[in-house]
């Protein structure tokens, strides 16, 4: 899970003044500060017979072309959002071809400016920072470019396959990134950290196979109608795969699934049960409107947000979540709908701009929180998948993780396997680490990018060590 690429997001209401509307096709960057970095965002608008469309570029996290789920246009008002990675963004037309606006995502708000971009001047290149654990080549094993047949989903995934030298047969790994749209190594603020754990795994032993997600980078589909149960046929596509590769161990291929990915592993598992192991890095333990609930305390605790802050927040999103979690789609959003309701009545009636960016807010709020994707995951149980998973389970935590909280989530995890009876489980939340296995002061999210370690290394071989002792 990316820092851009988080599960929550706040529901805010605010008032705005209007100028005259603006044209917003085209290119506009801006950039994200938070504690002092700076993410810097290209969007990109088209204009079309039916409406404004776009997509937009992370260059820092190396994300292209990661199309906006929907773009809403309104006198000097912008609001797009991305529904997977639950973001919305809520801008105002200034002159001199800048938006003034406000970034939300993670349980907290960002403001963030842009300014529309001349052809040929922009800044969609970031300069590269070499972090010390990634892998230079020469390696001293074989990788090799392979394609991945989804044969029911129509879709093939581009990946590489990495195998030990010698002759094997050797245990195979599949790894499962988290949420939002990313490729194969899994890359945030110059790490990639799938590269870093395939290369160590590798070099010890385990052959391993990680891919792009569906419609990222090579790999063809939509990223943007899945939900977590079709993640869980690409990965399970993957173990067929590796279950038809000369030198791989074909009763020791296993998942390993880092945060989203340790809830579409089991998923994975329940569609391929002779899998050998499964590794939960950050896995879900718990019902996901808890963790959310859980997540947007702990984010917005080191981020700095104030507890009353915090708790509106928190009382607003667990009504939403309870509304979309029991309750049929349409009353879930005729619930969301009052919500918007009292706040317009709030509003002068006088003040028709502001009553007409509550409006919009509506609309893109309802989009987000009602997109298949998101309604799978807020309604996801882990206990009963989990309970159906036999093979040996290796569940790791960072304890200073604030997007999946470690003692909650493994508890769960251990609880559901246990139940189901399973006995080949070892849990244990590590020392010091955050949600991406760096060793961290705080485990906020703003620190991902300032830490040079990619993953630590004695999780890494904690997880090789594992693996290579199943019998």
């Known amino acids: 899970m990316k820092v851009l690429f988080t599960l929550c997001f706040l529901v805010f209401f605010g008032e705005f003044t209007a ?10 960057e801006g950039a994200l500060n938070i504690q002092g970095m700076q993410l810097p965002l290209v969007v990109h608008l088209n204009n079309t017979k039916t409406g404004y469309v776009g997509k937009f570029d992370s260059p820092k996290q190396k994300a292209y072309d990661i199309p906006l789920t929907s773009v809403q246009v309104q006198s000097d008002t912008l609001i797009f959002t991305v529904s997977n990675a639950q973001i919305r963004y809520q801008g105002i037309y200034t002159s001199g071809d800048s938006i003034v606006g406000t970034f939300t995502q993670a349980g907290r708000q960002l403001p963030m400016n842009l300014k529309r971009q001349i052809a040929g001047k922009g800044t969609a290149q970031v300069a590269t920072v070499v972090r010390s654990q990634t892998p230079a080549k020469p390696y001293p094993y074989q990788t090799k470019e392979v394609k991945v047949k989804n044969k029911n989903a129509q879709l093939q995934l581009a990946a590489t396959l990495s195998m030990p030298a010698g002759k094997g047969p050797f245990p195979a790994a599949i790894l499962i990134s988290g949420s939002g749209p990313q490729n194969r190594n899994s890359e945030v603020f110059d790490h990639e950290p799938f590269l ?4 160590f795994l590798t070099r010890q032993g385990i052959a391993v196979l990680r891919y792009d997600d569906r419609g990222v980078a090579g790999s063809t589909g939509d990223f943007n109608t899945a939900t977590s149960a079709d993640f869980a046929t690409d990965a399970a596509a993957a173990y067929d795969f590796l279950a038809k590769t000369k030198g791989i161990d074909k009763q020791k291929i296993g998942f390993i699934g880092h945060s989203e990915g340790g809830m579409i592993a089991p998923l994975a598992y329940g569609l391929r049960p002779n899998a050998g192991f499964m590794v939960l890095l950050a896995g879900v333990g718990i019902p996901v409107d808890a963790l959310l609930l859980e ?3 702990a984010v917005g605790t080191t981020e700095g947000l104030t507890q009353t802050t915090i708790d509106s927040q928190l009382l607003i999103n667990k009504s939403i979540f309870g509304w979309l979690k029991h309750l049929p789609v349409e009353q879930a959003k005729d619930s969301i709908q009052a919500l918007f309701v009292t706040a317009l009545n709030r509003l002068p009636i006088g003040d028709v ?10 609309k893109s709020t309802l989009k987000t929180y009602t997109d298949p994707w998101f309604l799978y995951f807020i309604r996801y149980e882990p206990a009963p998948v989990l309970s159906q998973v036999k093979c040996p389970v290796l569940a790791l935590n960072g304890d200073k993780d604030v997007q999946v909280i470690a003692k909650s989530n493994l508890a769960g995890i251990e609880t559901a396997l246990q139940k189901g009876g399973n006995t080949q ?16 002061k705080t485990g906020a999210v703003s620190e991902y990018a300032e830490i040079d370690i990619t993953f630590d290394a004695a999780a890494m071989q904690k997880i ?3 693996i290579l002792k199943l019998k």
């Open 295 to 297: 997540q947007l305390q």
């Open 19 to 28: 100028l005259a509307q603006p044209a917003f096709e085209g290119s506009w």
């Open 196 to 199: 870093v754990l395939s290369d």
């Open 464 to 466: 090789s060590d594992w």
């Open 353 to 362: 701009e502001a009553r007409q960016q509550l409006e919009l807010q509506q």
């Open 425 to 440: 489980v070892q849990v244990e939340a590590l020392a010091g680490l955050n949600h991406l296995f760096q060793p961290s």
